[in-house]
C-alpha cells in the first residue's frame, strides 16, 4: 500500500497566487479597454479600430510578465503587477488623451520597462547578491549622479536642468538609475552597522553617542549626491533621496535622533538652497501665492486648479474636459489631468492604487527573514511612497512643486524603467520570503 506524498506548501502557495494574478490582471485588462473606448468615443459614436490591437498588445506584455514569474518568482506577491498595470494603463489612456505622439513613445518605454523587469529577474536570483556589491553599487549610483555633469554631448540641460546624458541615440536620465543603486549601498552599511548605529560605541554621561567614523560613508555618499543633484538643479531628486536616506537610517536602528538630526538637515538644506537658487525662491513663492503673477510663474498652478475644479466629483468624462490647457500636463501635472476627466473619485481611486502598491512593498519587507532583504525593500518601497507623495503635494499645493514624475503614471521613459526594476526586485524578494516560509 502506498501513501501518497503531502502536497508541496511552496508549489500550493505558488498555484494560488499565480491564479490571482491572472484574475485581477483580467480586470485591469478590461479596465484599461473600456477606458481607451470611452476616450475614443468622446470624439465620435464608433469603437477606435485599433482597439482589439492596442487590447492584444497590453495583454501580451502582462501574459510575459506573468509567466516570467511563474517561471522565475512563482511565489511572488501577486498584487505587484497587476496594481502597476493598473497604475501604467490609467497613465497610458490619460497621456493618449494629452498628446498622441507621447502615448506612442510612452508605449515604446512600457516595453523596454519589461524587457528591463524580465531581465532584473533572470539576472538577479538571490537579493544577498546586491549586499556582496555594496561599495561597487554605491561606486556606480555616484558615478551615474554625475554623469549628466560630463561635457556635451553626453550631459545635457533640458528645462534648464542638466539632469540628462546622451550615450549614443538614446537620452536618459542617470539620477533614475543611481536611486536604486544607492538604495542598495544604503541598506547593505546599514546592515552591517545597525548595532554600533543604534547604540553607540561612545558614552557621554547617560548618552551614547555613534563614532562619526561609523556614519561617515553614508554621509559621503549622500553629501555628494546631495551636492551633485544641487548643481544639476534636480531638487526633486535631492529630496527624494535624502527623504529615502533618512528613512532608512531610522528604520535601521529605531532611533527618533536620526528623525530629528534628519529634519534639521533637511531645514539647513532648504534654507541654503532657497537663498542660493533663483528657481527655488519662484517655485516656494508660487507655493505661497501664485495670483502674484497669473499669467506667468503661477499659470501652471492656477490652470491645474481650474482642472481640479472642473472635475468636482465625478469628472467630466474622458475626452471631454480640457486638461491640454495646463502646461506639461503629461509629465508633472498628470495628476490634475486625471482629477479634472475622472473627478475626485478617479484622484482618489490612483492615491489607493499607489497606497495598496506601498503597502504590497512594505509588507514584504516585513515578511523577509533577512536583515537587508528587509531594508533593502522597505528602501525601494519609500523611493515609489516618497516620490508619489512629493508630486500629488506639489501639483495640490501642500508642498511647492519639484519636477518628478508620478510613478507609472507621468510620461518618461527613464523614470518608467528604473520603476520596473524596482517592482521587478520587490517580486524577487517577495519570493524568497515565501520559501524561506513555508518552502522544504
Known amino acids: 500500500m502506498t501513501v501518497a506524498a503531502a502536497p508541496d506548501p511552496y508549489r500550493l502557495l505558488a498555484r494560488a497566487r499565480r491564479r490571482s ?23 465620435g459614436p464608433t469603437i477606435p479600430p485599433d482597439l482589439p490591437a492596442i487590447a492584444a498588445v ?8 506573468h509567466l516570467t514569474i511563474r517561471r522565475l518568482a512563482p511565489a511572488a506577491d501577486p498584487t505587484f503587477v497587476p496594481l502597476v498595470a493598473a497604475l501604467n494603463g490609467i ?33 538577479v ?56 543603486l544607492l ?76 528623525l530629528l538630526g534628519g529634519l534639521a538637515l533637511f531645514a539647513i538644506g532648504a534654507t541654503i538652497a532657497f537663498r542660493l537658487f533663483d528657481h527655488v525662491q519662484t517655485r516656494v513663492d508660487i507655493w505661497l501665492d501664485p495670483w502674484t503673477d497669473p499669467g506667468g510663474t503661477g499659470y501652471q498652478v492656477i490652470q491645474s486648479w481650474y482642472a481640479f475644479a472642473a472635475g468636482g466629483l465625478g469628472g467630466t468624462g ?21 482629477g479634472e476627466e475622472l473627478g475626485l473619485l478617479g484622484t482618489l481611486a490612483v492615491v489607493a492604487t499607489l497606497l495598496l502598491l506601498v503597502g504590497s512593498g512594505f509588507r514584504t519587507a516585513i515578511d523577509s527573514s533577512r536583515p537587508f532583504n528587509q531594508l533593502f525593500c522597505a528602501g525601494l518601497t519609500v523611493i515609489l511612497g516618497v516620490q508619489s507623495f512629493i508630486i500629488i503635494g506639489g501639483v495640490t499645493r501642500l508642498i511647492p512643486l519639484t519636477g518628478i514624475t508620478l510613478p507609472f503614471v507621468s510620461y518618461g521613459g527613464s523614470s518608467l524603467v528604473a520603476n520596473f526594476a524596482i517592482i521587478a526586485l520587490l517580486v524577487r524578494a517577495s519570493d524568497e520570503a515565501a520559501r524561506r516560509r513555508v518552502g522544504p
Not at 94 to 114: E, F, H, K, P, S
Open 21 to 43: 494574478e491572472i484574475g485581477l490582471g483580467l480586470h485591469v485588462l478590461v479596465f484599461v479597454a473600456a477606458a481607451y473606448a470611452l476616450l475614443a468615443l468622446a470624439d
Open 58 to 65: 497590453i495583454a501580451g506584455m502582462y501574459v510575459v510578465v
Open 91 to 123: 497613465g497610458f489612456v490619460t497621456i493618449t488623451r494629452l498628446d498622441r505622439d507621447l502615448a506612442r513613445i510612452q508605449a515604446t518605454w512600457v516595453l523596454v520597462g519589461v524587457v528591463v523587469f524580465v531581465g532584473v529577474l533572470v539576472v
Open 125 to 180: 536570483r538571490e537579493i544577498a547578491l546586491l549586499e556582496r556589491y555594496r561599495y561597487t553599487l554605491g561606486l556606480l549610483g555616484i558615478a551615474f549622479l554625475l554623469l549628466p555633469l560630463a561635457p556635451p554631448p553626453v550631459g545635457r540641460t533640458i528645462n534648464d536642468a542638466r539632469i540628462w546624458a546622451k550615450i549614443g541615440p538614446v537620452s536618459f536620465q542617470p539620477g533614475e538609475i543611481a536611486k536604486v
Open 183 to 258: 538604495v542598495a549601498f544604503f541598506a547593505a552599511y546599514l546592515v552591517e552597522k545597525r548595532e554600533l548605529l543604534a547604540r553607540g560605541s561612545r558614552r557621554i554621561g547617560r548618552l551614547h553617542i555613534v563614532d562619526p567614523k561609523h556614519l561617515g560613508p553614508l554621509f559621503l555618499v549622500w553629501g555628494v549626491s546631495i551636492l551633485v543633484m544641487v548643481a544639476e538643479k534636480d531638487l526633486g531628486s535631492s529630496l527624494l533621496l535624502f527623504s529615502v536616506f533618512t528613512t532608512m537610517l531610522y528604520m535601521a536602528t529605531s532611533r527618533g535622533v536620526y
Open 318 to 338: 474622458l475626452g471631454l474636459g480640457a486638461p491640454d490647457k495646463v502646461p506639461y500636463a503629461a509629465t508633472d501635472f498628470i495628476f490634475s489631468a486625471i
